[in-house]
């Protein structure tokens, strides 16, 4: 059972494709997050959602998308891929924020060629 | 911006030796909280610590938190191969949208 689960783990794509990222919590969390691993493992936060409205968005580019579409669920939809994009996405889900700990997926290692 | 900074940035240690990491960040904070990476996986969180604690223990863990240094630091106990990871420090900024915001990482390798 897991608890935050997204895929696909892998995603091999050429540039200016257009693809997306699903992430499912059956945790109950009323947050979900949107972080990128660059190859330096440093983590960004992209975007935070709590009750499926979009509370965070860091200074993501536009071709950046989530979607919300209920409390358990936030998908990431990128537009014309760029090269700059290869990174590991990591989605998360936690309960009341930041306030308390983060549960992540196993994340999608996202490759474009 | 960064909030966290852990150092050192790599740590190599015998099996059975303590391993101490550092974190330092810059603004006030609700929370401090320290996950573990292995390789190729997501992130496990390990322990949390709020602004108004000083110290944590959890099995070999122990974090202790210095709010007028701005400093935390996350000791493991008789180090194990297994504990080969990466672990990162991340604060809940106080007054700000509620986020964590990660450090760079510390890798941590334990030989057997």
């Known amino acids: 059972d897991t608890a935050v689960s997204q895929t696909p783990k892998y995603l091999v794509t050429q540039m200016g494709n257009d693809k997306s990222i699903k992430c499912e919590q059956n945790?109950?969390?009323?947050?979900m997050y949107w972080y990128k691993q660059d190859s330096k493992k440093f983590l960004k936060i992209m975007f935070s959602?709590?009750?499926?409205?979009?509370?965070i968005n860091e200074t993501v580019p536009n071709r950046f998308s989530p979607k919300s579409p209920d409390k358990a669920h936030l998908n990431l939809h990128i537009n014309s891929l760029e090269l700059g994009d290869s990174a590991v996405y990591f989605c998360a889900s936690s309960h009341q924020g930041a306030r308390t700990e983060a549960f992540f997926g196993q994340g999608t290692r996202l490759t474009v060629v | 911006s960064q909030q966290g900074e852990e150092d050192p940035q790599a740590l190599s240690i015998q099996e059975g030796e303590n391993a101490t990491m550092n974190c330092s960040y810059k603004?006030?904070?609700?929370?401090l909280q320290w996950y573990r990476q292995n390789s190729g996986r997501g992130l496990v969180h390990l322990i949390l610590?709020?602004?108004?604690?000083r110290e944590k223990h959890s099995g070999r863990l122990r974090v202790t938190l210095d709010t007028s240094k701005k400093s935390s630091s996350l000791l493991i106990t008789a180090s194990r191969a297994a504990d080969t990871a990466s672990y990162f420090c991340a604060t809940d900024a106080s007054g700000a949208n509620s986020k964590l915001t990660f450090g760079k990482g510390i890798t941590l390798s334990v030989r057997p």
């Open positions: 945790l109950g969390h009323d947050t």
């Open positions: 603004t006030s904070i609700n929370n």
């Open positions: 959602y709590n009750n499926k409205e979009l509370i």
């Open positions: 610590i709020r602004s108004n604690e």
